[in-house]
Nanobody, 118 residues
Framework: QVQLVESGGGLVQPGGSLRLSCAAS????????MAWYRQAPGKERELVAA???????NYADSVEGRFTISRDKARNTVYLQMNSLKPEDTAVYYC????????????WGQGTQVTLSS
């Protein structure tokens, strides 16, 4: 059974930092592209950051330079370090695992809430 379990969300002030974690089980972690998406109220889910099996990364323009995605193959975990947080970063953040050569293998976590409030 595939499980992606996110943690690390919470309430933070603008300008603050959070680190999200996503622990994967039931998949061969090293062969999946891992990504973080987010969905704000009333908006569509959007890609925040992704990291390939080879470690290449890409980011949404809105988070470039503020967020960093990384993966730890020994721990089967992907992280999202979020710095200089802004009110518009408020959303539910979802972890995603996808095998590029077989898109049917596409899994999601349950989401973790990130709320910016002063």
């Amino acid at each position: 059974q595939v499980q992606l379990v996110e943690s690390g969300g919470g309430l933070v002030q603008p300008g603050g930092s959070l680190r999200l974690s996503c622990a994967a089980s039931g998949i061969i972690f090293s062969i999946y592209t891992m990504a973080w998406y987010r969905q704000a109220p009333g908006k569509e889910r959007e890609l925040v950051a992704a990291i390939t099996t080879g470690g290449s990364t890409n980011y949404a323009d809105s988070v470039e330079g503020r967020f960093t995605i990384s993966r730890d193959k020994a721990r089967n975990t992907v992280y999202l370090q979020m710095n200089s947080l802004k009110p518009e970063d408020t959303a539910v953040y979802y972890c995603n695992a996808r095998q590029i050569l077989n898109p049917a293998l596409d899994y999601w976590g349950q989401g973790t809430q990130v709320t910016l409030s002063s």
